[in-house]
């Protein structure tokens, strides 16, 4: 390198240096600004503050948490917002969230950061980590957290008085897929279990084993895995090996498919595979196609629920399908439970508002203590501690490129398929057209629809070569 | 854990470990080549893996392209790709301390990540091709793992050729044999490192195609791919392509044998402890040679 | 020995001393003036200063570059919480015990690890904190995956800033005493030229040792703060990757082997992180990818580095050639 | 060739002060000097690995002082490093192909690669052996083989008599000398003066980085001041 | 050996190598080399490209480790030890490509060495009078990096110095010196040793100095003691003249 062009690089140098310097100042007077504005004369606004892992490893289940959120309050602010007996008028909605990469030491930071700007509530971030992360400030701060996204039943074991759950927690998800199986004719006798090694996962699995154990199954296989391996063939070789007709496990997304990929390249014959959260995104059936068919999914919610008839009843929202329509039309993508909790923590805070009358947490959490409604979304129940005892979950099962409700029978749309094995082996075409996964999202935002064309529905109806016994 | 080992499952496991070892080593062998000529470290190895993936995935839902044919897309892509690089950041610090190639590698690992994030969102991605699996007696052997394995040792061939046959290989094993005595013959080390490097990046990419027959990756899998190419560059030595191909199967056949008696959650920490304890056993890998 | 190491160098105690106790002084009335959500940001950026610095007293000081930085961390948290929550002795003894038992584990490995130069022994000490993350991920003993939180009678964060802050400044000043002792010295040596410094009868092993277990200290007790401020620990967080990533960037970025560099480096990394974390949720991955890109190439030596090296040249170029 | 006036650095240390030589063409000439002369900078100046900070290089009339080393390798420049600079996890042909590498020797290099066989048979005998595996002499044979390959037409050797014995040097010697009578111009640098002398055209003698002596070899023989700087007496 | 007993100082022997051997992968580069040094004795350590003396130095300073032999240091067997034991022990070393620190003033290199070194207090003086004594007082305050070659050869003796050595090793001091710099060398290096009780191993190739500035001399060939005596007889040694110049030249 010659003089000039070394002199030419130092600048560029310092060049750099003052850019970033410049982008620093700019930091700094933003969070300046992010202080809280005077309003003497009272809140006109019911601000509410929550981060959400829009990035990480939680970000694609965080998304879907905001879409929903963000969809219940553009629906309360168009309905005329809250009506808060306290102040004689109804007050529009104002969400702040930030992203906190899910980073537990992000959500730390970025909720102290919104108890000083003036929110009234908090919602909780999507996972029981970051739930866990965000529940002490809220705590100091007496505000209200609703959790949506954080099911471990340790958030309610530690004597927070804030934290309010929606969803049902960790410890029920398996248990409807075994009362499931208990009633299947046959009923199988050897259950694996293969579970992520999580605090979720792990939450789950610890309170199906001994209530599979007390329904008389026998498990064969038990093993626990890292979510970021790359491949589970050797041991689902030795689960096949086994003689377990069921599969129960899972943790989150790319690991669920992954193992279905594994289980269908080694030709495993399973009576039924009951996977947590993956089957239950969209993604799961255009990324394995026939492969999808079968597999079920603890769900906390279908679009193809109905709770209208229970009451009382609370929301705009009637029906399942209704919501799935309302999410379709707004974000162009199907949503998952995951964003109907989400919105449903909207309906909830908003029913406590109007109940209790108040804009104080403190009030506002008293009052949802003794409430006992139904939403789209189902059971809103608390017990003493905030943990949610009235929802329920439900277990659903592709059948044929659509998610049916399979379990309770009370709420069931479809009979179960099982067993369920046949599609495993069947290799799917390989000029399969997939026009079902064109979501491409810029800056966290959909802008391509997801859609199920027809012919993808038409090659995707694989029908059950076996009869459907309950 | 079964008391008596039946004799297909450990067969089975066996020829399992060692066909996901082969592609690994494979991918491996990648970031062995530009260790040996550059002495660069490339951080961003599995990054690219996650980038040929995603070629693959959008070939096959925007054209229906099988990800086995895709290859034809990824390996050209993934060797532009890599000169590109190549030209443009890696060879400024090529004559820099190892240290800064690192970090270097680590910016381009997180731009990746992040460009990947904000283009695809985080969701995961996988192709619905199955290809189910060849049953032989008890075992059942899984096709697309085959065809990953076949792939592997089809690459292990062609670089073998390349290394042995070729001009331009012969001066790529002069470079790392001894940088001073192949410029002296009159071999260009820049154009050495612009292959060596594209030919890297055309490994990884690929083995992004084969792995979309195997799983399903997300934007954020790429470092997961980097840490098994270092354990596996690690037990092979450093710059010595064949080592890379040994280590990966060893790596691939312990894993999967070692799955009879540590729960899966344990697997990865054993590739890590093998690969420290060779670190201090032999520093140089179960290859080398220098003493 | 101190003595005459500052004849030589003739300190200028008011030019180095008095900005220091300044900062500090801002620092420690902070959270009397500033907002609530101010104080946290700083809380954080002093947990990235300690930890940047604690990095640099072992990388900046002796050229290694330690992959699984994370690993000190990481212990230092699950020491203090475990501690804390079984013996239930005072938070700063459990911090204490924290980096102890993270300087403990250094001391354990230095022997093994030390032995490797360059590019080995970034990947095996990146393997290590893996293998330690997988290892905790699995161990019952530390109650596996699930980890520990922190029973909320604990939270108080204007203590917590205080104690992060404290701990912040007790490593940047052990950094200082560091460079200006025989421990400093003797790693200026190593690091500009081992051979030489064991011929001059410098114990390379040792020193290197040393200050490995020095740098885990401090990084255990920034871990430990950590954790008590985050209130929780599991293994995806305690040994996350990212953490060593972003401290080698920051001290990169401003400087490694000088005690402003690394402070530098995680004002203005921290802010940005915070800044586009808050705004542009997938962009901010793409600027720290571009910044540590554009430091590579542009100034390899950092801020601090080149400020330093620019003012040599500028006294060299006033001494003349050769003087 | 000839040098003009170099000035060569290395870091900020200045190694060679003022250096003229001239290499006329089919002649041998000797670089003499003790050790740290600047004997072995000198050549690496000359095939590019050093860049001078002052003067210039010229090979055949053209100023080669500002091109990369494998250039001035294609332009037919060849260089036996000193320890051989052998590839030795590659064969004994496969490293005589790769002194062939230059573009002009690539196409003739059957008939050279028959030339170097003849002119060394053992390297034939060798040829799929690894490099590393050889003896001294025959690495020292196999490294002058490598670069005849790449068809020189001007040949530089540093210290190829280092490590070996006795009788292995002058066998070197021996096969210098052919090459010498094949109008090959080499530039040969030695510490074995009286070997370099007896087959040299003419010789060199650096101390310091600086020129001392130029001369037929009876001059330099005669001359005081080589035993002086070789024997201190 | 010859057997010549310079002078008296050889009495008592202060350093003593004996029959050490090193082989490389199968190379020898040592076979059996021994020779003793006395008390304030200079001894030269000469012979051709390759015939043993750096690996003998590095064995004798603890880097490498003898395949075989001794060495006795005041009747210490200091075989093996590491080199920052053998210089505390109080040999020290210069290496012939200066290796200072290159980002540390003069004065902070020879500081460093007096703080560490022999652990005793400087025999020699402070490194400031250190630095005087070599001739670098004017240059102290720069940094090593920005010496000449010569200032770097004087700075490594100055390091080795502030040691506090009783065993000096020097490596190729005077190449890079003009010619009385080297003249200087040698009165200095024989100032030092009558001074401060200094033995010396002086490897030099510019010999028209070694021969004036040591008492003894041993001349190595292929890793083997081919001659040793006073040098005027060492120089007249027909396998002297053979290994340096590949025969009688004139």
């Given at each position: 390198?010659?003089?000039?062009?070394?002199?030419?690089?130092?600048?560029?140098?310092?060049?750099?240096?003052?850019?970033?310097?410049?982008?620093?100042?700019?930091?700094?007077?933003?969070?300046?600004?992010?202080?809280?504005?005077?309003?003497?004369?009272?809140?006109?606004?019911?601000?509410?503050?929550?981060?959400?892992?829009?990035?990480?490893?939680?970000?694609?289940?965080?998304?879907?948490?905001?879409?929903?959120?963000?969809?219940?309050?553009?629906?309360?602010?168009?309905?005329?917002?809250?009506?808060?007996?306290?102040?004689?008028?109804?007050?529009?909605?104002?969400?702040?969230?930030?992203?906190?990469?899910?980073?537990?030491?992000?959500?730390?930071?970025?909720?102290?950061?919104?108890?000083?700007?003036?929110?009234?509530?908090?919602?909780?971030?999507?996972?029981?980590?970051?739930?866990?992360?965000?529940?002490?400030?809220?705590?100091?701060?007496?505000?209200?957290?609703?959790?949506?996204?954080?099911?471990?039943?340790?958030?309610?074991?530690?004597?927070?008085?804030?934290?309010?759950?929606?969803?049902?927690?960790?410890?029920?998800?398996?248990?409807?897929?075994?009362?499931?199986?208990?009633?299947?004719?046959?009923?199988?006798?050897?259950?694996?279990?293969?579970?992520?090694?999580?605090?979720?996962?792990?939450?789950?699995?610890?309170?199906?084993?001994?209530?599979?154990?007390?329904?008389?199954?026998?498990?064969?296989?038990?093993?626990?895995?890292?979510?970021?391996?790359?491949?589970?063939t050797?041991?689902?070789a030795?689960?096949?090996?086994?003689?377990?007709?069921?599969?129960?496990?899972?943790?989150?997304?790319?690991?669920?498919?992954?193992?279905?990929?594994?289980?269908?390249s080694l030709g495993?014959?399973?009576?039924?595979?009951?996977?947590?959260?993956?089957?239950?995104?969209?993604?799961?059936?255009?990324?394995?196609?026939?492969?999808?068919?079968?597999?079920?999914?603890?769900?906390?919610?279908?679009?193809?629920?109905?709770?209208?008839?229970?009451?009382?009843?609370?929301?705009?929202?009637?029906?399942?399908?209704?919501?799935?329509?309302?999410?379709?039309?707004?974000?162009?993508?199907?949503?998952?439970?995951?964003?109907?909790?989400?919105?449903?923590?909207?309906?909830?805070?908003?029913?406590?508002?109007?109940?209790?009358?108040?804009?104080?947490?403190?009030?506002?959490?008293?009052?949802?203590?003794?409430?006992?409604?139904?939403?789209?979304?189902?059971?809103?129940?608390?017990?003493?501690?905030?943990?949610?005892?009235?929802?329920?979950?439900?277990?659903?099962?592709?059948?044929?490129?659509?998610?049916?409700?399979?379990?309770?029978?009370?709420?069931?749309?479809?009979?179960?398929?099982?067993?369920?094995?046949?599609?495993?082996?069947?290799?799917?075409?390989?000029?399969?057209?997939?026009?079902?996964?064109?979501?491409?999202?810029?800056?966290?935002?959909?802008?391509?629809?997801?859609?199920?064309?027809?012919?993808?529905?038409?090659?995707?109806?694989?029908?059950?070569?076996?009869?459907?016994?309950? | 854990?079964?008391?008596?080992?039946?004799?297909a499952?450990?067969a089975e496991l066996f020829i399992l470990?060692l066909m996901?070892?082969?592609?690994?080593?494979?991918?491996?062998?990648?970031?062995?080549?530009?260790?040996?000529?550059?002495?660069?470290?490339?951080?961003?190895?599995?990054?690219?893996?996650?980038?040929?993936?995603?070629?693959?995935?959008?070939?096959?839902?925007?054209?229906?392209?099988?990800?086995?044919?895709?290859?034809?897309?990824?390996?050209?892509?993934?060797?532009?790709?890599?000169?590109?690089?190549?030209?443009?950041?890696?060879?400024?610090?090529?004559?820099?301390?190892?240290?800064?190639?690192?970090?270097?590698?680590?910016?381009?690992?997180?731009?990746?990540?992040?460009?990947?994030?904000?283009?695809?969102?985080?969701?995961?991605?996988?192709?619905?091709?199955?290809l189910g699996s060849i049953e032989y007696g008890s075992l059942s052997i899984p096709v697309n793992i085959s065809i990953?394995a076949?792939?592997?040792?089809?690459?292990?061939?062609?670089?073998?050729?390349?290394?042995?046959?070729?001009?331009?290989?012969?001066?790529?094993?002069?470079?790392?044999?001894?940088?001073?005595?192949?410029?002296?013959?009159?071999?260009?080390?820049?154009?050495?490192?612009?292959?060596?490097?594209?030919?890297?990046?055309?490994?990884?990419?690929?083995?992004?195609?084969?792995?979309?027959?195997?799983?399903?990756?997300?934007?954020?899998?790429?470092?997961?791919?980097?840490?098994?190419?270092?354990?596996?560059?690690?037990?092979?030595?450093?710059?010595?392509?064949?080592?890379?191909?040994?280590?990966?199967?060893?790596?691939?056949?312990?894993?999967?044998?070692?799955?009879?008696?540590?729960?899966?959650?344990?697997?990865?920490?054993?590739?890590?402890?093998?690969?420290?304890?060779?670190?201090?056993?032999?520093?140089?890998?179960?290859?080398?040679?220098?003493? | 020995?101190?003595?005459?190491?500052?004849?030589?160098?003739?300190?200028?105690?008011?030019?180095?001393?008095?900005?220091?106790?300044?900062?500090?002084?801002?620092?420690?009335?902070?959270?009397?003036?500033?907002?609530?959500?101010?104080?946290?940001?700083?809380?954080?950026?002093?947990?990235?200063?300690?930890?940047?610095?604690?990095?640099?007293?072992?990388?900046?000081?002796?050229?290694?570059?330690?992959?699984?930085?994370?690993?000190?961390?990481?212990?230092?948290?699950?020491?203090?919480?475990?501690?804390?929550?079984?013996?239930?002795?005072?938070?700063?003894?459990?911090?204490?015990?924290?980096?102890?038992?993270?300087?403990?584990?250094?001391?354990?490995?230095?022997?093994?690890?030390?032995?490797?130069?360059?590019?080995?022994?970034?990947?095996?000490?990146?393997?290590?904190?893996?293998?330690?993350?997988?290892?905790?991920?699995?161990?019952?003993?530390?109650?596996?995956?699930?980890?520990?939180?922190?029973?909320?009678?604990?939270?108080?964060?204007?203590?917590?800033?205080?104690?992060?802050?404290?701990?912040?400044?007790?490593?940047?000043?052990?950094?200082?005493?560091?460079?200006?002792?025989?421990?400093?010295?003797?790693?200026?040596?190593?690091?500009?030229?081992?051979?030489?410094?064991?011929?001059?009868?410098?114990?390379?092993?040792?020193?290197?040792?040393?200050?490995?277990?020095?740098?885990?200290?401090?990084?255990?007790?920034?871990?430990?703060?950590?954790?008590?401020?985050?209130?929780?620990?599991?293994?995806?967080?305690?040994?996350?990757?990212?953490?060593?990533?972003?401290?080698?960037?920051?001290?990169?970025?401003?400087?490694?082997?000088?005690?402003?560099?690394?402070?530098?480096?995680?004002?203005?990394?921290?802010?940005?992180?915070?800044?586009?974390?808050?705004?542009?949720?997938?962009?901010?991955?793409?600027?720290?990818?571009?910044?540590?890109?554009?430091?590579?190439?542009?100034?390899?030596?950092?801020?601090?580095?080149?400020?330093?090296?620019?003012?040599?040249?500028?006294?060299?170029?006033?001494?003349?050639?050769?003087? | 060739?000839?040098?003009?006036?170099?000035?060569?650095?290395?870091?900020?240390?200045?190694?060679?002060?003022?250096?003229?030589?001239?290499?006329?063409?089919?002649?041998?000439?000797?670089?003499?000097?003790?050790?740290?002369?600047?004997?072995?900078?000198?050549?690496?100046?000359?095939?590019?690995?050093?860049?001078?900070?002052?003067?210039?290089?010229?090979?055949?009339?053209?100023?080669?002082?500002?091109?990369?080393?494998?250039?001035?390798?294609?332009?037919?420049?060849?260089?036996?490093?000193?320890?051989?600079?052998?590839?030795?996890?590659?064969?004994?042909?496969?490293?005589?192909?790769?002194?062939?590498?230059?573009?002009?020797?690539?196409?003739?290099?059957?008939?050279?690669?028959?030339?170097?066989?003849?002119?060394?048979?053992?390297?034939?005998?060798?040829?799929?052996?690894?490099?590393?595996?050889?003896?001294?002499?025959?690495?020292?044979?196999?490294?002058?083989?490598?670069?005849?390959?790449?068809?020189?037409?001007?040949?530089?050797?540093?210290?190829?008599?280092?490590?070996?014995?006795?009788?292995?040097?002058?066998?070197?010697?021996?096969?210098?000398?052919?090459?010498?009578?094949?109008?090959?111009?080499?530039?040969?640098?030695?510490?074995?003066?009286?070997?370099?002398?007896?087959?040299?055209?003419?010789?060199?003698?650096?101390?310091?980085?600086?020129?001392?002596?130029?001369?037929?070899?009876?001059?330099?023989?005669?001359?005081?001041?080589?035993?002086?700087?070789?024997?201190?007496? | 050996?010859?057997?010549?007993?310079?002078?008296?100082?050889?009495?008592?022997?202060?350093?003593?190598?004996?029959?050490?051997?090193?082989?490389?992968?199968?190379?020898?580069?040592?076979?059996?080399?021994?020779?003793?040094?006395?008390?304030?004795?200079?001894?030269?350590?000469?012979?051709?490209?390759?015939?043993?003396?750096?690996?003998?130095?590095?064995?004798?300073?603890?880097?490498?480790?003898?395949?075989?032999?001794?060495?006795?240091?005041?009747?210490?067997?200091?075989?093996?030890?590491?080199?920052?034991?053998?210089?505390?022990?109080?040999?020290?070393?210069?290496?012939?490509?200066?290796?200072?620190?290159?980002?540390?003033?003069?004065?902070?290199?020879?500081?460093?060495?007096?703080?560490?070194?022999?652990?005793?207090?400087?025999?020699?003086?402070?490194?400031?009078?250190?630095?005087?004594?070599?001739?670098?007082?004017?240059?102290?305050?720069?940094?090593?990096?920005?010496?000449?070659?010569?200032?770097?050869?004087?700075?490594?003796?100055?390091?080795?110095?502030?040691?506090?050595?009783?065993?000096?090793?020097?490596?190729?001091?005077?190449?890079?010196?003009?010619?009385?710099?080297?003249?200087?060398?040698?009165?200095?290096?024989?100032?030092?040793?009558?001074?401060?009780?200094?033995?010396?191993?002086?490897?030099?190739?510019?010999?028209?100095?070694?021969?004036?500035?040591?008492?003894?001399?041993?001349?190595?060939?292929?890793?083997?003691?081919?001659?040793?005596?006073?040098?005027?007889?060492?120089?007249?040694?027909?396998?002297?003249?053979?290994?340096?110049?590949?025969?009688?030249?004139?």
């Amino acid at each position: 390198m010659n003089r000039s062009t070394r002199r030419a690089i130092s600048t560029m140098a310092v060049v750099g240096i003052v850019i970033v310097l410049i982008i620093v100042v700019v930091a700094g007077i933003y969070i300046a600004t992010l202080k809280p504005k005077s309003t003497p004369t009272g809140p006109s606004v019911i601000t509410i503050g929550m981060t959400m892992p829009l990035s990480g490893t939680f970000a694609s289940d965080g998304q879907m948490s905001l879409n929903g959120i963000k969809l219940w309050a553009q629906d309360v602010n168009a309905s005329g917002g809250i009506p808060v007996k306290s102040l004689g008028k109804s007050l529009p909605v104002k969400l702040i969230y930030y992203d906190d990469g899910s980073s537990a030491s992000t959500v730390a930071t970025d909720y102290q950061t919104l108890v000083t700007q003036n929110v009234s509530f908090l919602i909780a971030p999507y996972s029981s980590p970051l739930t866990l992360a965000a529940a002490p400030i809220a705590e100091a701060n007496h505000l209200l957290l609703l959790s949506h996204g954080g099911a471990s039943d340790s958030i309610w074991a530690k004597g927070y008085k804030y934290v309010v759950g929606v969803l049902s927690p960790a410890s029920q998800y398996m248990i409807p897929v075994i009362d499931m199986l208990a009633n299947m004719n046959p009923k199988p006798t050897n259950l694996a279990f293969f579970f992520g090694q999580d605090p979720f996962s792990l939450s789950v699995m610890s309170s199906v084993e001994p209530y599979a154990l007390s329904k008389g199954f026998k498990i064969v296989f038990n093993q626990t895995y890292q979510e970021t391996a790359t491949d589970f063939t050797s041991q689902l070789a030795q689960l096949q090996a086994s003689g377990a007709q069921v599969l129960i496990g899972g943790a989150h997304f790319t690991d669920g498919e992954t193992i279905m990929k594994n289980l269908q390249s080694l030709g495993i014959h399973l009576n039924l595979v009951s996977l947590l959260v993956a089957p239950d995104d969209p993604h799961f059936l255009s990324d394995l196609g026939s492969l999808a068919n079968g597999v079920t999914v603890p769900s906390q919610w279908e679009p193809n629920l109905n709770f209208s008839q229970f009451s009382p009843y609370f929301g705009n929202i009637t029906s399942g399908q209704q919501f799935y329509n309302r999410f379709m039309t707004a974000y162009g993508i199907a949503p998952n439970y995951e964003a109907a909790e989400a919105y449903a923590t909207g309906l909830v805070l908003e029913k406590g508002i109007i109940d209790s009358g108040s804009l104080n947490s403190t009030v506002v959490r008293q009052q949802l203590a003794t409430e006992n409604f139904y939403t789209f979304y189902g059971h809103f129940q608390i017990d003493s501690t905030g943990k949610q005892i009235g929802h329920t979950m439900v277990v659903a099962q592709w059948q044929s490129g659509v998610k049916q409700t399979i379990w309770p029978s009370s709420v069931a749309t479809a009979t179960p398929l099982y067993p369920a094995s046949l599609q495993m082996q069947q290799p799917s075409t390989l000029s399969y057209s997939g026009q079902g996964t064109t979501s491409l999202y810029v800056g966290g935002v959909a802008s391509e629809s997801y859609m199920l064309s027809q012919s993808t529905h038409a090659m995707l109806a694989v029908t059950p070569t076996s009869p459907d016994r309950e | 854990m079964p008391s008596v080992l039946p004799g297909a499952l450990v067969a089975e496991l066996f020829i399992l470990g060692l066909m996901y070892g082969l592609l690994y080593g494979v991918l491996a062998m990648g970031l062995t080549i530009v260790f040996g000529v550059m002495k660069v470290v490339n951080v961003a190895h599995g990054d690219f893996v996650i980038i040929g993936s995603y070629l693959s995935y959008w070939a096959f839902v925007l054209a229906g392209i099988n990800p086995i044919l895709s290859l034809l897309l990824t390996i050209p892509f993934g060797f532009l790709l890599g000169a590109l690089t190549y030209l443009g950041l890696i060879r400024r610090v090529q004559n820099s301390p190892e240290l800064m190639s690192l970090f270097l590698t680590f910016g381009i690992s997180t731009l990746i990540g992040g460009l990947l994030l904000f283009f695809y969102s985080p969701t995961q991605r996988a192709v619905p091709v199955a290809l189910g699996s060849i049953e032989y007696g008890s075992l059942s052997i899984p096709v697309n793992i085959s065809i990953a394995a076949a792939y592997a040792i089809a690459v292990a061939i062609a670089l073998r050729f390349f290394f042995y046959r070729t001009y331009w290989g012969k001066a790529v094993r002069a470079v790392i044999d001894n940088r001073t005595s192949a410029i002296l013959v009159g071999i260009n080390p820049d154009m050495v490192s612009l292959k060596s490097f594209g030919i890297g990046i055309a490994i990884a990419s690929s083995v992004g195609s084969i792995v979309m027959l195997l799983q399903s990756i997300s934007p954020l899998s790429g470092p997961d791919f980097t840490l098994i190419s270092f354990v596996i560059v690690v037990l092979g030595g450093l710059g010595n392509p064949p080592g890379a191909l040994v280590g990966g199967v060893v790596l691939g056949v312990v894993e999967s044998l070692s799955s009879l008696y540590v729960n899966a959650a344990m697997t990865p920490a054993i590739g890590f402890i093998i690969m420290v304890i060779v670190l201090i056993l032999r520093p140089q890998g179960i290859m080398g040679s220098r003493g | 020995m101190l003595k005459g190491y500052l004849l030589v160098h003739k300190k200028n105690f008011v030019r180095d001393v008095v900005p220091w106790v300044g900062a500090l002084v801002v620092l420690a009335f902070a959270p009397y003036f500033v907002s609530a959500s101010l104080r946290s940001f700083l809380l954080f950026l002093l947990m990235w200063i300690a930890l940047s610095q604690s990095f640099n007293i072992f990388t900046g000081l002796t050229g290694y570059v330690n992959f699984g930085f994370v690993a000190f961390y990481g212990l230092g948290g699950y020491g203090m919480t475990m501690t804390l929550l079984s013996l239930n002795i005072p938070i700063y003894a459990a911090m204490v015990i924290g980096g102890v038992i993270s300087s403990l584990f250094a001391f354990a490995i230095s022997w093994p690890t030390l032995r490797l130069r360059g590019a080995y022994f970034a990947i095996a000490m990146l393997s290590l904190a893996q293998a330690l993350f997988v290892i905790f991920d699995n161990w019952n003993f530390v109650n596996s995956a699930t980890g520990y939180t922190i029973p909320v009678k604990y939270y108080d964060p204007v203590l917590q800033y205080y104690y992060m802050l404290a701990v912040a400044a007790v490593t940047v000043l052990c950094l200082y005493v560091i460079m200006n002792s025989r421990l400093g010295l003797a790693l200026k040596a190593i690091k500009q030229n081992e051979e030489t410094a064991v011929s001059i009868g410098i114990n390379a092993t040792f020193y290197k040792a040393v200050a490995f277990g020095i740098s885990a200290f401090f990084a255990g007790l920034a871990g430990g703060a950590a954790t008590w401020t985050i209130t929780i620990i599991d293994p995806p967080s305690a040994f996350d990757t990212t953490i060593t990533l972003t401290a080698i960037s920051m001290s990169m970025l401003g400087g490694l082997g000088t005690i402003a560099g690394p402070i530098i480096g995680a004002v203005i990394l921290y802010s940005i992180e915070h800044y586009f974390g808050l705004t542009l949720p997938y962009l901010h991955l793409i600027v720290f990818g571009i910044i540590i890109i554009v430091v590579v190439l542009l100034i390899p030596q950092g801020i601090m580095g080149e400020i330093i090296s620019r003012m040599k040249k500028s006294r060299r170029q006033e001494v003349g050639e050769e003087g | 060739m000839s040098v003009q006036g170099i000035d060569v650095y290395y870091g900020e240390t200045k190694v060679l002060h003022d250096l003229s030589l001239k290499v006329e063409n089919a002649e041998l000439v000797a670089l003499l000097g003790s050790n740290g002369a600047g004997k072995t900078t000198t050549l690496r100046t000359l095939s590019g690995l050093l860049r001078p900070a002052k003067g210039e290089i010229k090979f055949d009339s053209h100023s080669i002082s500002e091109l990369s080393a494998n250039r001035i390798a294609g332009l037919g420049i060849s260089m036996v490093p000193e320890g051989r600079g052998l590839f030795t996890t590659m064969t004994v042909r496969e490293n005589l192909e790769m002194g062939a590498f230059a573009k002009r020797a690539r196409r003739e290099m059957k008939k050279t690669l028959d030339e170097v066989y003849s002119l060394f048979p053992i390297l034939k005998d060798r040829q799929n052996q690894l490099a590393g595996s050889l003896s001294g002499g025959e690495q020292q044979m196999l490294a002058i083989g490598r670069a005849l390959m790449s068809k020189p037409k001007l040949i530089m050797l540093d210290e190829p008599s280092l490590g070996l014995a006795p009788i292995v040097i002058s066998k070197v010697f021996d096969a210098l000398k052919a090459l010498k009578e094949n109008k090959m111009t080499i530039v040969l640098v030695e510490q074995n003066i009286d070997g370099a002398l007896r087959i040299a055209d003419r010789g060199y003698l650096l101390e310091n980085g600086r020129l001392a002596l130029e001369g037929n070899p009876t001059e330099i023989r005669n001359n005081e001041m080589v035993r002086q700087f070789y024997l201190g007496l | 050996m010859t057997g010549v007993v310079a002078d008296n100082a050889q009495r008592d022997t202060v350093l003593d190598v004996s029959l050490v051997r090193k082989n490389f992968a199968g190379l020898v580069a040592l076979d059996g080399v021994s020779l003793q040094l006395g008390r304030k004795e200079i001894l030269g350590l000469i012979g051709p490209n390759g015939a043993g003396k750096s690996t003998l130095f590095n064995i004798i300073a603890g880097t490498l480790k003898p395949t075989s032999g001794t060495v006795t240091f005041r009747g210490r067997n200091i075989t093996g030890l590491p080199p920052n034991r053998v210089c505390r022990l109080g040999i020290a070393r210069t290496y012939q490509i200066p290796k200072p620190f290159l980002d540390m003033t003069v004065l902070e290199n020879v500081y460093i060495a007096e703080s560490f070194g022999s652990g005793r207090d400087s025999k020699v003086g402070t490194p400031a009078e250190i630095c005087d004594l070599v001739g670098l007082k004017d240059k102290m305050h720069l940094e090593a990096g920005m010496l000449n070659v010569s200032g770097k050869k004087r700075l490594e003796v100055a390091r080795a110095l502030a040691t506090s050595p009783d065993v000096l090793l020097l490596d190729e001091i005077a190449a890079g010196m003009s010619p009385t710099e080297g003249e200087w060398a040698v009165r200095f290096m024989e100032k030092m040793s009558q001074s401060y009780d200094l033995s010396i191993i002086w490897v030099e190739h510019v010999m028209r100095l070694l021969m004036k500035g040591v008492h003894r001399v041993v001349v190595l060939d292929h890793g083997v003691k081919i001659a040793e005596g006073r040098p005027e007889e060492v120089v007249n040694d027909e396998k002297v003249q053979q290994a340096y110049l590949g025969g009688k030249l004139s």
